[in-house]
Structures are given as structure tokens and as C-alpha cells.
């Protein structure tokens, strides 16, 4: 069973690069105004799948509202995994495999922003201001 790699994160101040221009990122965020959806119904019964297939996520806060996200890992029994806190204004890249679902939340509310599984290609999740939230991948 692989689980995505503890400590290989990279910090928005380091070198690391997306090989995607932003501009070849479809995005699917809500609607300006949109209250954040109860994601608990959906996620029941969701957990990692084993692949052996790696790719990579870009998590990237950029919210106006000093939120402190916690990023976590749900793994092969539907347990979430915490794989730290990101700050606003912060960003990094997480290794990871194709079929690994992950939940972002706010870490001082506990609210799940956002839930998604990584795709064959590098994903990124970003927080924006007003905690709209989106995860979107290259085609």
C-alpha cells in the first residue's frame, strides 16, 4: 500500500515550479456569494485506493481572512491523515498517487472546505478569499 510521502513538502519560497502555466488550469470554483457546501453526505465511505501511480498537488492559501488551513490525506481505511497546516499567502507541493482523495479544512472551525481525489496529472487546490475554494487539473 502506498501512502503519500511525510516531509517532502516544498514551501512557496522554494524553487519548485509548476511545469503547468496557469493558464491551461481549467478551474470549477463556486459562484462569488455561494455558501461552501456540507461535504460529510459525500464523502462517507470514501477512502484511498492502492496505486502505484504517482502525481502531485499544488495547495496554495491565498485567503484575505488570516485562515490557517489544515491539509489531510484520507487513507485506505477513510481515516483523514493530517499532513500539516498551510498559512495565508503560502503555497506547496505535495507528492501523492492518483485515486487519493484529500480534505482541506479550516483549522480554527474544523469546517471541510474542500474535498476532492487527485486526478493522473498535477492538481492544485487553492483557498481564496471568502473561503471559495477549487481544485482543478490540465486536461
Known sequence: MQRPLHGVLADSDSSLLSPFPES??????????AAVPDLRPHWEGIRSSET????????????????????????????EISYGWLEPGKSRFQPTYVGHPWVIR???????????????????????PGHRVEYSYPL
Open 24 to 33: 491551461d488550469m481549467p478551474t470549477l470554483p463556486l459562484p462569488d456569494g
Open 52 to 79: 502505484e501511480e504517482r502525481t502531485m498537488i499544488l495547495f496554495e492559501n491565498l485567503s484575505d481572512s488570516g485562515v490557517v488551513v489544515e491539509v489531510n490525506w484520507i487513507d485506505f481505511n477513510g481515516q
Open 106 to 128: 479550516d483549522s480554527n472551525t474544523g469546517e471541510a472546505l474542500l474535498l476532492f481525489v487527485t486526478q493522473n496529472a498535477l492538481g492544485a487546490a487553492v483557498i481564496h
